[in-house]
């Protein structure tokens, strides 16, 4: 009698400690990439605007082969005068299955006027275990952990080449959580139909998608309203490739834009990289 009491007791433990399976989950998309599934090793430039008034900055994206894993680098930096309003840097590596585009790991660090911004993030099947660093300019640095019992998620640029697989026919929706910091989001990425966007002096068919953005609680998995962005549309290349040409997105400091300028495909050594050292990422302590 004893021992099945002690086996109720730890099972109610066990229980509590895990959330339950959010309503949510249900409209998740499935994991498994769509047709459009090669990505071809590139380097992808952008300009950024900021409420259709200055260039706000510059970015850059590559993707390249790293043994069994895609490696995705992106940078990102305020430039020109709006650099004077809000210096910022940032720069991204995102590891992925490149047999099935799933996020492996993922290492992030922004810099701005106040603070320096560390993540080490490891995608697992069943959950993702976070390192976040704050070195502030003043002060001495703060390291924590955090564990999310969700999974599989996706990193910021896996959701892309995910989202790029698909077959994208008009009106088909995409949900996917996605964890492109710290914090987990449920994105839902609706294909609003084809326009023409002029690049290069050229008129491009492109395939125009809607993104809506909600948070997640890393450890009751509620979501609530997303404030910080209110509305997105990216416009995506109706071709092979598959790039994106435009974003446009109305954030809480306004209007932000972000536009392609160039495009280099990628051959010989300059399309394989390596994989970051250490891939590990510590869980918090058992409480």
Known sequence: MMHRLLLLLLILIHSRALPQ??????????GTAGTHFHVPPCEITFELGWN???????ATLSVREAENFWRADATAASTGFARTLWKYDCAMTSIMHRADLRAHFLQHQETDSEETCRYRVSFEKQRVVTETLVQPVQGKPAVSSALCRYGPMDDILSVIL??????????QKISRVVQPWD??????FEVLGRESLR????????????????????????LSAYKKMKTATIWVSDDAMRVPIEMHAEVFVGYMSAR????KMLEGGSATAKLPRNMTVDPPPSK
């Open 199 to 222: 690049f290069n002096g050229k008129n491009h068919p492109c395939i125009k998608v809607g993104l809506k953005i909600r948070k997640i609680d890393r450890e009751t998995l509620a």
């Open 52 to 58: 259709n008034w200055i260039t706000a900055g510059k």
């Open 260 to 263: 392609m300028t160039g495009i």
């Open 183 to 188: 914090k987990p989001y449920l994105t839902t």
């Open 21 to 30: 399976v959010p309503e949510w989950a249900k409209d998740i998309t499935p």
């Open 162 to 171: 995910y989202v790029r697989s698909q077959e994208l026919r008009n009106g």
